[in-house]
């Protein structure tokens, strides 16, 4: 029998952490542990209030899950008809499988990839993110955390201080920039000429300005857009395949909103076939969220995994940035 345990830990941020609909100075991330005496394994779940996702209602969720014979799953397969019987949120459910897989691996001699079948994680460049602040703070900003070490950066943005923003990044970092609403804005044409606005500034692609749920206005934007669209809420653990080829030109896939490594797969390599363009992203993690997530980062043409970067003390360590590249052990 298998012994499942999940504990809470309080990562205090070096900053305050500022998107368009949220400000956090901390979080509360959750670490699934399985052991059978002699192998053990991990998994982070990182829990995401844009999708209700709470710590507290986490752990009785995973109680639940103990409770209908979590301790007693002997197979992978086992552990998909629990999770599917019981839907726990996303992030519980990536912790979960993640801790099982990582637990497999370690009994069988196995890399993450090789179970996976993907090629073995190799250095890759990570995006940084400047978080939504008063633009005057930008320099300061980006002098103090040494950000002129990555090869891009992302510009959390909102409506209200939107092109200041980009405006004051782009005097004080040299290199190209992702624009990332977080769902801010609504109407597309108004978007269109924010885009207008962004034309002197060297800008790769535009991260889910409007919300989910403005499928039709997405449809709209892709045709008249001059920038690349990507997906970020607009894709969890099953998206309409169909409906995200209409309306996006890539995807920022997560971890935790895919659920798990198989899913996460599988919309990356869905993406590549359908000829959309493929990124993998990350919540506010520690390393071993990042390093779970750089298992399937040879699936993905770029990486925007910095969260660990901004945790004032990792407990893991298990990944390494040096000069903008990441490295794991």
Request: hydrophobic share 40%; net charge negative; glycine share 6%.
């Given at each position: 029998?298998?012994?499942?345990?999940?504990?809470?830990?309080?990562?205090?941020?070096?900053?305050?952490?500022?998107?368009?609909?949220?400000?956090?100075?901390?979080?509360?991330?959750?670490?699934?542990?399985?052991?059978?005496?002699?192998?053990?394994?991990?998994?982070?779940?990182?829990?995401?209030?844009?999708?209700?996702?709470?710590?507290?209602?986490?752990?009785?969720?995973?109680?639940?899950?103990?409770?209908?014979?979590?301790?007693?799953?002997?197979?992978?397969?086992?552990?998909?008809?629990?999770?599917?019987?019981?839907?726990?949120?996303?992030?519980?459910?990536?912790?979960?499988?993640?801790?099982?897989?990582?637990?497999?691996?370690?009994?069988?001699?196995?890399?993450?990839?090789?179970?996976?079948?993907?090629?073995?994680?190799?250095?890759?460049?990570?995006?940084?993110?400047?978080?939504?602040?008063?633009?005057?703070?930008?320099?300061e900003f980006i002098q103090e955390n040494e950000l002129s070490r990555f090869q891009a950066l992302k510009v959390?943005?909102?409506?209200?201080?939107?092109?200041?923003?980009?405006?004051?990044?782009?005097?004080?970092?040299?290199?190209?920039?992702?624009?990332?609403?977080?769902?801010?804005?609504?109407?597309?044409?108004?978007?269109?000429?924010?885009?207008?606005?962004?034309?002197?500034?060297?800008?790769?692609?535009?991260?889910?300005?409007?919300p989910a749920t403005e499928t039709e206005g997405y449809v709209y934007l892709k045709k008249k857009s001059p920038?690349?669209?990507?997906?970020?809420?607009?894709?969890?653990?099953?998206?309409?395949?169909?409906?995200?080829?209409?309306?996006?030109?890539?995807?920022?896939?997560?971890?935790m909103k895919a659920g798990g490594y198989l899913r996460g797969k599988f919309i990356l390599e869905e993406a590549?076939?359908?000829?959309?363009?493929?990124?993998?992203?990350?919540?506010?993690?520690?390393?071993?969220?990042?390093?779970?997530?750089?298992?399937?980062?040879?699936?993905?043409?770029?990486?925007?995994?910095?969260?660990?970067?901004?945790?004032?003390?990792?407990?893991?360590?298990?990944?390494?940035?040096?000069?903008?590249?990441?490295?794991?052990?």
């Amino acid at each position: 029998m298998l012994n499942w345990h999940i504990e809470a830990l309080a990562l205090e941020l070096k900053y305050t952490w500022k998107i368009s609909r949220n400000a956090s100075a901390g979080k509360i991330n959750l670490f699934v542990r399985v052991t059978d005496g002699q192998h053990t394994g991990i998994g982070e779940a990182a829990p995401n209030i844009r999708y209700n996702e709470i710590p507290q209602n986490l752990i009785l969720q995973f109680g639940k899950l103990v409770a209908a014979g979590l301790n007693n799953v002997q197979t992978l397969e086992e552990l998909f008809y629990l999770l599917e019987s019981h839907k726990p949120a996303n992030a519980l459910r990536f912790a979960v499988e993640s801790a099982y897989v990582h637990f497999i691996c370690q009994r069988g001699n196995l890399t993450v990839p090789e179970f996976l079948g993907v090629p073995q994680p190799q250095p890759m460049a990570t995006t940084y993110s400047v978080p939504i602040m008063e633009p005057g703070n930008v320099a300061e900003f980006i002098q103090e955390n040494e950000l002129s070490r990555f090869q891009a950066l992302k510009v959390k943005v909102d409506q209200e201080t939107c092109l200041e923003l980009v405006q004051e990044v782009s005097r004080n970092f040299s290199g190209p920039l992702l624009i990332d609403a977080n769902e801010a804005w609504t109407d597309p044409e108004t978007l269109l000429n924010f885009f207008e606005n962004l034309k002197p500034y060297n800008i790769l692609f535009i991260e889910q300005p409007m919300p989910a749920t403005e499928t039709e206005g997405y449809v709209y934007l892709k045709k008249k857009s001059p920038y690349d669209i990507y997906a970020d809420e607009s894709v969890l653990d099953d998206p309409d395949w169909d409906a995200l080829q209409q309306q996006f030109h890539g995807v920022n896939m997560k971890l935790m909103k895919a659920g798990g490594y198989l899913r996460g797969k599988f919309i990356l390599e869905e993406a590549r076939r359908r000829g959309m363009k493929t990124m993998i992203g990350c919540m506010i993690e520690t390393s071993l969220g990042i390093w779970s997530a750089m298992q399937l980062s040879g699936l993905a043409q770029t990486a925007d995994l910095d969260g660990f970067l901004i945790i004032r003390e990792d407990p893991f360590k298990i990944v390494r940035e040096e000069n903008g590249v990441l490295h794991v052990g």
